[in-house]
Nanobody, 125 residues
């Protein structure tokens, strides 16, 4: 079993940057595909970015391409989401997720077995 803890959220002005981290417990982190999702008030949870277990494959939602970067450090059991050029519409609770098996980049929430508690990101205009 994997436990995920996100950090790094906060309040930032439009155009600013934030870096989210997701620390995972367990000794098999390198076998998990990882993803970031977000959920704004009154909206469904949506996919943001994904990275394969080895880190060789990455995939982004269209609305974050060129602004967000997902990365991971398997030695530190951590996945990151660097967010630049933030917009008010990026305001949401951001969740990291883990999917066992190393199948690649996973875009759908049901493909992930483990979830963090979320971290709030608020972008002011």
């Amino acid at each position: 079993q994997v436990q995920l803890v996100e950090s790094g959220g906060g309040l930032v002005q439009a155009g600013g940057s934030l870096s989210l981290s997701c620390a995972a417990s367990g000794r098999t982190f390198s076998s998990y595909d990882m993803g970031w999702f977000r959920q704004a008030p009154g909206k469904e949870r949506e996919f943001v970015a994904a990275i394969s277990a080895s880190g060789s494959k990455r995939y982004y939602a269209d609305f974050v391409k060129g602004r967000f970067t997902i990365s991971r450090d398997n030695a530190k059991n951590t996945v990151y989401l660097q967010m630049n050029s933030l917009k008010p519409e990026d305001t949401a609770v951001y969740y990291c997720a883990a999917g066992q098996g190393g199948v690649g980049t996973r875009l759908r929430a049901y493909e992930y077995e483990y979830w963090g508690q979320g971290t709030q990101v608020t972008v002011s205009s």
